[in-house]
Each structure stands twice: as C-alpha cells, then as structure tokens.
C-alpha cells in the first residue's frame, strides 16, 4: 500500500508560480510511475504529467510542456510539480497518483491517489 497526501496549493495570480508536493508513505516511490492529474470544476480529470524514474521517461500533456516540471526527493520520498507561468486555465484540483509499470493518462489504472490540492489562477 501506498498512501498519498498532496499540498502546496493556493491562489497565485496568471504568471505565476507554485510548487505542489507528494508525499509518500508506506512504501518508496523508486519503483512507481508518479502521474500528477488535474480535474477543473465540471471536468474530467485529466493527465497532466507522468514520469517513470526507472526507464526515465517523462509524459508531458501538451498544454503544460515548457511550463511544468517534475521532481523527486528521494530522501522525504517526495515528488514534486513545479508549474510556472501558470494560466487560469490551470485551475483545479490537482492529484497525485502512482501505479507500477508504463505511464498512461488514463487515470483509471492508477492504483494510489492523494486527496488533491486546490490550485486557483486568477487573471
């Protein structure tokens, strides 16, 4: 079992920036794909990115390449987003997940997810 708890949301004005954690406990995180998902008031969730740190390989959705990174701190066994020149397009809440094996955006194989983190980006 892993058990998954997201923070570092907030309300940040568009250009901004803000850095979400995901802290794992139960087990490590070496061996899991990390997706970070996003689900806007009404929406679907939906991919936001993925990285597998074995094959290192990073998925990235289009409307976040060139603006949002992820990270690991392997000694907290933390992962984290960092998204810059955030819009307000990218509100919503955001959600950790992690499975074992390939990174899909599909977030119905995710096995383990966070409880989310409210990011607001206002214009």
């Known amino acids: 079992q892993v058990q998954l708890v997201e923070s570092g949301g907030g309300l940040v004005q568009a250009g901004g920036s803000l850095r979400l954690s995901c802290a794992a406990s139960g087990r490590t995180f070496s061996n899991y794909t990390i997706g970070w998902f996003r689900q806007a008031q009404g929406k679907e969730r939906e991919f936001v990115l993925g990285?597998?740190?074995?094959?290192?390989?990073?998925y990235y959705s289009p409307f976040v390449k060139g603006r949002f990174t992820i990270s690991r701190d392997n000694a907290k066994n933390t992962v984290y987003l960092q998204m810059n020149t955030l819009k307000p397009e990218d509100t919503g809440a955001y959600y950790c997940?992690?499975?074992?094996?390939?990174?899909?955006?599909?977030?119905?194989?995710?096995?383990?997810w966070g409880q989310g983190t409210q990011v607001t980006v206002s214009s």
């Open positions: 990285r597998n740190w074995n094959l290192d390989i990073t």
């Open positions: 997940a992690a499975k074992m094996g390939d990174i899909y955006r599909n977030p119905r194989v995710y096995d383990y």
